[in-house]
């Protein structure tokens, strides 16, 4: 992992190719090994919908969504605890966070040829003064990127496999999603698909 100047989006610092394909292999083993403790489900929206991304979690909490509505729980719907956030992802965030605070959760996001993720905030931490440090493994994903306000002007920029982002600052809050992938793009994934983990201090 080589460190070179992201190209910054609207306040979101962008690694592109950060990730050479070892790491990412690498990455991807260790989040296999996590989801086989803690299998990947698919929670409903607020308003009873399943959303498409599947998810788990790792960490001392995972983020969950069901009719209660978006919250981190300290165990996954099994009712076993989360396993531990591999070192190899802790070294992304130590390596492009700006801080020495450990992340409370790396949730792990898989996206399938049709799965997407509406324009949404990244608000139930308890402190935003910590970024949200987003790494994309396999296909590429379109990443749409607004202000503070949902229904201001976006811009979007293709996401690829090894790509690492970071949102703090002034654009810790925006709106953000992904509108569509881009299948078959990648060969890291046996049967394609993206792999997004985001690295979150939640307390």
Sequence with gaps: ???????????????????????????????RAVTAQAPMFSPLTAWGKPMSVRMSSAGKYGWYSDRKGYRYEPAHPNGTPWPAIPQSVLDVWHA???????PDCCLINHYTEKARMGLHQDKDEQDFDFPVVSI??????????????????TESIWLS??????????????????DRIRFGSSGLLKNNGRINLTLRVVD
């Design 136 to 153: 994309s493994l396999g296909d590429e994903g379109l990443f749409r990127i607004g202000g503070l306000e949902r229904k201001g002007k």
């Design 161 to 178: 496999s090894g790509d690492v982002c970071v949102m703090g600052g002034a654009a810790r809050l925006a709106y953000h999603g992904i």
């Design 96 to 102: 492009v966070s700006g801080t020495t605070r450990q």
């Design 1 to 31: 992992m080589k460190l070179v100047k992201p190209l910054n989006l609207r306040g979101f610092e962008i690694y592109k190719s950060l990730l050479p394909p070892p790491d990412q292999q690498a990455i991807l083993d260790d989040i």
